[in-house]
């Protein structure tokens, strides 16, 4: 037989679910391999502070956090390695994926494998969102960074709604810039956001640059598309919430997702509409997306893989 590896837990993904399950389940005696795929330690290495992460009182660089869990899930001998789950097939026990050429048959299979938010791709925006100066896809991650500042929101769903709700607590106004001429969100945000008086509303917008003196963000360029007429708005932080990737292609055509391609998990658990194969993190979670409820449902997942190999003794 080719080169088959045969092993009893793995998981993919080396975001905060990743390690966390990893945590769990090499203190549970499961012998976990982790494959950490083309990113490794996930989003959190993509910002520098995390400042809503308990138990760092004076926050920790995003990559700092990552490598902390990482030492943690080695300490108990998980087996992290790097690699990039090319394929699967969950049609019959036991689950088999592929690493490039490499088959590994594994008993539990614990998905961890993040999403990828959505930017709108000007040079000017990547550059600012590699220099920590200023953009940022995470109105709850990042918003308390610009509190009493001037800052602008792209984006018309219900997602960017209740982020621009978000910033309007802690900014001192938002500009929320939307490309056609109405909102794609439910009624009830609409209606939210156009009475909140601290957010001011340009319809029909596009953002064509982001300005700044090359560290940080001073100022974005619009333009009105019914118009073209181009303004400058002053803030210091761009926030885009035009959604999110999960990074599910791969398992698709075994495992249920919704239109959008987010794991469909047994509500309350990390459990999927496969036997074995548990789901954490970003990869499942439509609705909170940060590192500490990836983590929690790490826990989970290597807890309702725990019990799964179980039955199978
Ligand atoms: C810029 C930024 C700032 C943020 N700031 C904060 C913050 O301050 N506080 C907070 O709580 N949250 C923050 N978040 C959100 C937080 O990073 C995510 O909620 C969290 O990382 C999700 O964890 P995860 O383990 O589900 O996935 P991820 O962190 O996305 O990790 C996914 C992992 O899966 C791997 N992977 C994907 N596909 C494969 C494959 N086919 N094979 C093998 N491996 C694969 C990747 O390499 C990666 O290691 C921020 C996010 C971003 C982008």
Request: with cysteine; net charge negative.
């Given at each position: 037989?080719a080169n088959?590896e045969?092993?009893?837990?793995?998981?993919?993904?080396?975001?905060?679910?990743?390690y966390?399950?990893?945590?769990?389940?090499s203190?549970a005696?499961l012998?976990p391999v982790?494959?950490?795929?083309?990113?490794p330690?996930?989003q959190?290495?993509?910002?520098?502070?995390?400042?809503?992460?308990?138990g760092?009182?004076?926050?920790v660089?995003?990559?700092?956090?990552m490598?902390?869990?990482?030492q943690?899930a080695?300490?108990?001998?998980t087996d992290?390695?790097?690699?990039w789950?090319?394929?699967?097939?969950f049609?019959?026990?036991?689950?088999k994926?592929?690493?490039?050429?490499k088959?590994?048959?594994?008993?539990?299979?614990i998905?961890?494998?993040g999403?990828s938010?959505?930017y709108l791709?000007?040079?000017?925006?990547?550059?600012?969102?590699?220099?920590?100066?200023?953009?940022s896809?995470?109105?709850?991650?990042?918003?308390?960074f610009?509190?009493?500042q001037?800052?602008?929101?792209?984006?018309?769903g219900?997602?960017?709604?209740?982020?621009?709700?978000?910033?309007?607590?802690?900014?001192a106004?938002?500009?929320?810039?939307?490309?056609?001429?109405e909102?794609?969100?439910?009624q009830?945000?609409?209606?939210?956001?156009?009475?909140?008086?601290?957010?001011?509303?340009l319809?029909?917008t596009e953002?064509?640059?982001?300005i700044?003196d090359?560290?940080?963000?001073t100022?974005?360029?619009?333009?009105?598309?019914k118009?073209?007429?181009?303004?400058?708005?002053?803030?210091?932080?761009f926030?885009?919430?035009?959604g999110?990737?999960?990074?599910?292609?791969?398992?698709?055509?075994?495992?249920?997702?919704?239109e959008v391609g987010y794991?469909?998990n047994?509500?309350?658990?990390?459990?999927?509409?496969?036997?074995?194969?548990?789901?954490?993190?970003?990869?499942a979670?439509?609705r909170?997306?940060q590192?500490?409820?990836a983590a929690?449902s790490?826990?989970m997942?290597?807890?309702d893989?725990?019990?799964?190999?179980?039955t199978?003794?």
């Amino acid at each position: 037989m080719a080169n088959i590896e045969k092993i009893k837990c793995l998981i993919i993904g080396s975001g905060p679910a990743g390690y966390t399950a990893a945590i769990y389940a090499s203190r549970a005696n499961l012998s976990p391999v982790l494959y950490q795929g083309e990113q490794p330690g996930g989003q959190l290495t993509t910002t520098n502070e995390v400042e809503n992460f308990p138990g760092y009182p004076e926050g920790v660089m995003g990559s700092e956090l990552m490598i902390h869990l990482e030492q943690q899930a080695k300490r108990f001998g998980t087996d992290i390695r790097n690699g990039w789950i090319t394929k699967v097939d969950f049609s019959a026990l036991p689950h088999k994926v592929w690493v490039e050429d490499k088959e590994i048959h594994a008993d539990a299979v614990i998905i961890a494998t993040g999403a990828s938010a959505k930017y709108l791709g000007l040079p000017s925006e990547q550059h600012y969102l590699k220099t920590g100066g200023g953009v940022s896809a995470c109105a709850v991650c990042d918003g308390f960074f610009y509190r009493n500042q001037h800052v602008a929101i792209v984006g018309a769903g219900d997602s960017a709604c209740e982020e621009a709700l978000y910033l309007a607590n802690i900014c001192a106004n938002v500009t929320m810039l939307v490309r056609r001429d109405e909102f794609r969100a439910s009624q009830i945000m609409k209606e939210r956001v156009l009475k909140n008086e601290k957010i001011k509303v340009l319809f029909n917008t596009e953002t064509e640059e982001i300005i700044g003196d090359g560290q940080v963000v001073t100022a974005i360029k619009v333009r009105n598309n019914k118009t073209n007429e181009s303004t400058e708005i002053p803030i210091t932080g761009f926030f885009v919430a035009i959604g999110h990737k999960p990074n599910t292609d791969v398992f698709k055509a075994y495992i249920d997702t919704d239109e959008v391609g987010y794991i469909k998990n047994v509500p309350g658990t990390s459990l999927t509409n496969v036997k074995g194969v548990f789901v954490a993190g970003d990869a499942a979670d439509t609705r909170y997306r940060q590192a500490i409820t990836a983590a929690g449902s790490g826990c989970m997942a290597a807890l309702d893989a725990e019990k799964y190999l179980m039955t199978l003794e």
